[in-house]
């Protein structure tokens, strides 16, 4: 269901804080390790019952961290995004909203990538109901206000979960609400009002289902073909590496240099033709996830130069 690559997505996270007992930092160390191999048997070894067993060991060696430290949050959020991974790949995704609530004991306190990343899975697989309840807590506590990918929990909460599920009266509610107000510009919450609208005009001219839930169907052309299903792969793959960049600190040439070695190996077994209409989606993802994975290893250091 989601695929991998063929490198660590935690191997540069980094533990040079000051002031810290030896105890603490090799207890980090551990922690680190583990991820360190959970991402390796996922991704290189696709052992993903192995993985997510090693997320749930580095989990628990958490349990001793300082979690006022910076890095308890990093890594418990990383080994969760790998166990969320294992669980899809293992066909586990029902069990995955209850795994991730029994590390963080309640929706408020879940990170937003996992926030957003639970919602896109359960999305994928027709079960967005599912993450309803968790989100709509998650999106009214107070403190996630604050949190830099609350607007992205609530784009997609919107547009994911409660327009597709027909609730548009809540759907109102939280782009003019709180939610909206701290989330939102006025020019998206205009956007959203016309996206709740269009909704609402095809719901009144379509008639009623005699399927309550339906699933839906997604049809793309060329997916059936052993070509479709190395694109697949290879999607999942850019996906993965993108958010292995946004979990990494430092140190990201090794990651570049992984991505661009599947890029080549790609062109040289697939030998996909730039010119042929099947190639023009893939085409326009890959340069959307090139252009996310260069943010997002120099726009640091072009904000620090600004800065300067």
Known sequence: MMSNSSTSMAQNLSFGCVGQSPLLSSNFALTHGLLDSAAEQLMVHKDFQAAFDTCERGLVSLLNAEQADSRYGELKAALCIVGIQALAELNQWPGVLAWILQHYECPEKISAKIMQMCILLYTKVGEQAMMQEAGNVWLCCPSNGRLAGFGTVAELYLLHILVPLGHMTEARELVFGEVGGIAFTEDQKQTALHIVENKENLSQEQPPSPNPNPSPVVVVAGLNT????????????????????????????????????????YMLFVRMDPAHPSSFPWISQMLQMLKQMWDAMFAPYYRARAQS
């Open 226 to 265: 052993p070509q479709g299903a190395v694109i697949q792969k290879l999607e999942a793959l850019l996906r993965l590496l993108n958010r292995g960049l946004s979990v990494a600190g430092g140190g990201l040439f090794c990651l570049r240099r992984v991505f661009l070695s599947a890029v080549l190996l």
